[in-house]
């Protein structure tokens, strides 16, 4: 890495973000912005805490000691948990990875930053709701309004598909297919589709809004849900609606609607409701859009630890007395010495 060379340090993280991620690994814009929040922490840090400006900062100074000096201000300043820490170390490997091809000669300090280990974190809890609990929830839109029924739409579709958050933000009116069977088309990680089918009464509440909302009309590249201006529904907006009728539901119900439900549970709940029906894992695995069926497993593991919990509460013999300990019998003690 050039010697006094400030240019260095902004002139490969240009080639990183122009044309390394969008091209080479073909990653989706939202993980390229992430990355992106990623290197703008890092900025931030280099200015507060080691007192280098951006524009002086060059690739000598972006070292693996740095790396987990910032990691740890992460975690300590910023009060960033063990995940989210990982997150951005994910960002600064790639980072690295691109810079040991760039600059091959320099391939040792790369891998010295590649080495650089994750932090331990539990594994986290899977909040999901149970049937009840998503009868409940959509039960809260008030359907006598019109973006009550938009609501009930996003709300319905979201469980239907388990799709995550961004998705759903992205539909498009071309993404559906009312043809029967009716389907839905999603784009997730990696800009990877995958083919969803709705069942028909999700498919009744879309057509519906659809028809009240004149969005076919718009054209076909037209957002699904939109906002009260016309513009797209982000997932912040739609993270919004959802907090506004789990507080609602939470009211009604407390024992079925837990604290700080994300978009993410609802996709939780479809997947664990469909392993309570005994659907395959594979299929589960292509419904959820997952690349390995390892990662699907995850809910087949809550699901064995939440029966063996039930079992456990049934068990007739958990308040049986214990079993003598055959230390204490002198019977059984004499007779095991006659054996000698």
């Known amino acids: ?22 091209v080479q690994r073909n990653l989706s814009p939202n993980t390229i912005a992430s990355y992106r929040d990623t290197f703008r922490l890092l900025l931030i840090f280099y200015d507060t805490e080691k007192n280098i400006k951006p524009n002086l900062l060059n690739l000598d100074m972006v070292d693996r000691k740095n790396m987990e000096d910032f990691l740890l201000w ?19 490997k790639s980072f690295f990875s691109y810079l040991q091809f760039a600059l091959p000669d320099k391939a040792l300090e790369c891998q010295k930053a590649l080495a650089i280990k994750p932090m331990k974190q539990s594994e986290p809890e899977l909040k999901y709701l149970t049937i009840e609990g998503i009868k409940v929830l959509l039960e809260q ?3 006598s309004t019109k973006y ?32 029967a069977p009716t389907t839905i088309r999603l784009t997730g990680k990696g800009s990877k589709t995958r083919v969803v089918p709705i069942l028909s009464r999700t498919e009744d509440i879309l057509k519906q809004y659809i028809k009240e909302f004149r969005i ?6 037209t957002y699904l849900f939109q906002n009260r201006g016309g513009q797209q529904l982000s997932r912040y907006g739609i993270g919004y609606i959802l907090t506004k009728y789990t507080d609602m539901a939470r009211e009604i119900h407390p024992d079925l609607i ?5 978009p993410h549970c609802i996709r939780h709940s479809k997947a664990m409701h469909l392993l309570q029906a ?45 079993m003598p300990q055959w230390k204490d019998d002198e019977g059984l003690m004499d007779w095991l010495r006659n054996l000698i």
Do not use: W
């Open 74 to 92: 992460l975690k300590e300043k910023r009060n960033c948990g063990s995940s989210t820490c990982n997150q951005r170390l994910g960002a600064l």
């Open 216 to 221: 076919a009309e718009q054209g076909n590249e």
């Open 278 to 322: 005994n659907v395959n894992l594979v299929y589960i695995r292509d419904l959820l859009g997952h690349t390995s069926v390892t990662t699907t497993e995850i809910y087949a593991r809550a699901d064995t630890a939440l029966k063996r919990e039930a079992l456990e509460k049934a068990n007739p013999l958990k308040d049986s007395p214990s």
């Open 141 to 143: 839109p008030d359907i």
């Open 258 to 262: 837990p604290e700080k439900l994300s």
């Open 148 to 179: 009550g029924r938009r609501d009930l739409a996003l709300l319905s579709l979201m469980y239907d598909t388990g799709a995550r958050v961004q998705e759903i933000a992205d539909i498009r009116v071309s993404h559906i297919r009312f043809s």
């Open 1 to 22: 890495m050039k010697k006094n060379n400030t240019a260095d340090f902004s002139y490969h993280l240009t080639k990183f973000f122009t044309e390394y991620l969008p």
